[in-house]
């Protein structure tokens, strides 16, 4: 029965962990299955093609693994890529895109930065989506050049990254913005470098709670939800797992290398 299927998430490596960890907050009794496409990680830096096949391919696994719902659980793969699976493909998808709207529904000061992705940035959904949200808002974008390679190298917290981080968020703090969006599931990682650089004011948001939200309000108009406990999470990644074995709290969690 499709509501015993598992919830697949993939992302570029181990930045939707952060979307995991909500999904799993908020769904206990459901499986997941997690694709780290990390040899293949940043998404960030490549062409939309490129992106759009890589999400093709993890859509394929997660397939095989009889997932009834798809998590893209990256900023870039969802602005470059999900118009183009949910054509391709039946199953429903949950996309990620930076939170904007509810902070210019919130900022005072009109001025909200966005640290995201090239690819992010770059795409034409991002486009579309920030300019019917910040007709009066004074947006700031950066791109998180490096930061992502960071993250997978296990160096969230070290403090070459505190001085990249300071050295790109830069153009933001001349700006006296008073909400930080982040525009990738990697940087909730970097939220205690991101406070000791930021003013004590600004507030960080990201779209962790909201992708959960949304995952549960599919799963329940499609009569898919889990009633009783499906079995533990299983974690693969294509590159190198004792790294995605640091961001996962879970004693009991699988977690394995996998070539896909």
């Known amino acids: 029965m499709a509501n015993s299927q598992p919830i697949g998430i993939f992302d570029s490596g181990i930045g939707g962990t952060t979307i995991f960890r909500e999904i799993h907050?908020?769904?206990?009794?459901?499986?997941?299955?997690?694709?780290?496409?990390?040899?293949?990680?940043?998404?960030?830096?490549?062409?939309?093609?490129?992106?759009?096949?890589?999400?093709?391919?993890?859509?394929?696994?997660?397939?095989?693994?009889?997932?009834?719902?798809?998590?893209?659980?990256?900023?870039?793969?969802?602005?470059?890529?999900?118009?183009?699976?949910?054509?391709?493909?039946?199953?429903?998808?949950?996309?990620?895109?930076?939170?904007?709207?509810?902070?210019?529904?919130?900022?005072?000061?009109?001025?909200?930065?966005?640290?995201?992705?090239?690819?992010?940035?770059?795409?034409?959904?991002?486009?579309?989506?920030?300019?019917?949200?910040?007709?009066?808002?004074?947006?700031?974008?950066?791109?998180?050049?490096?930061?992502?390679?960071?993250?997978?190298?296990?160096?969230?917290?070290?403090?070459?990254?505190?001085?990249?981080?300071?050295?790109?968020?830069?153009?933001?703090?001349?700006?006296?913005?008073?909400?930080l969006v982040l525009g990738c599931t990697h940087y909730p990682y970097l939220i205690p470098q991101l406070k000791r650089i930021l003013p004590a004011d600004v507030k960080i948001i990201d779209s962790g709670k909201a992708v959960a939200l949304q995952t549960k309000t599919v799963l329940k108009n499609n009569n898919n939800l889990a009633t009783t406990p499906q079995g533990n999470p299983v974690f693969y990644s294509n590159k190198n797992p004792r790294i995605l074995k640091r961001f996962i709290r879970g004693k009991d969690f699988k977690i394995s290398y996998l070539d896909f």
Not at 108 to 126: D, H, N, P, Q, Y
């Open 25 to 179: 907050q908020l769904l206990p009794l459901e499986k997941t299955i997690y694709l780290a496409d990390s040899k293949n990680a940043p998404y960030g830096r490549k062409s939309k093609e490129e992106i759009i096949q890589l999400s093709y391919k993890n859509t394929e696994q997660l397939l095989k693994m009889n997932c009834k719902i798809i998590v893209v659980a990256c900023n870039t793969a969802t602005t470059n890529a999900i118009k183009e699976l949910r054509k391709k493909y039946k199953i429903p998808f949950i996309g990620i895109e930076p939170a904007i709207k509810p902070a210019a529904l919130q900022s005072s000061k009109k001025k909200i930065g966005v640290l995201a992705t090239k690819g992010t940035l770059s795409s034409e959904l991002f486009s579309n989506t920030s300019s019917k949200l910040t007709t009066d808002i004074d947006l700031i974008e950066v791109v998180g050049k490096g930061l992502v390679e960071k993250i997978e190298a296990g160096k969230a917290n070290d403090e070459s990254t505190f001085l990249l981080l300071k050295e790109i968020l830069s153009p933001l703090l001349a700006q006296d913005i008073d909400y």
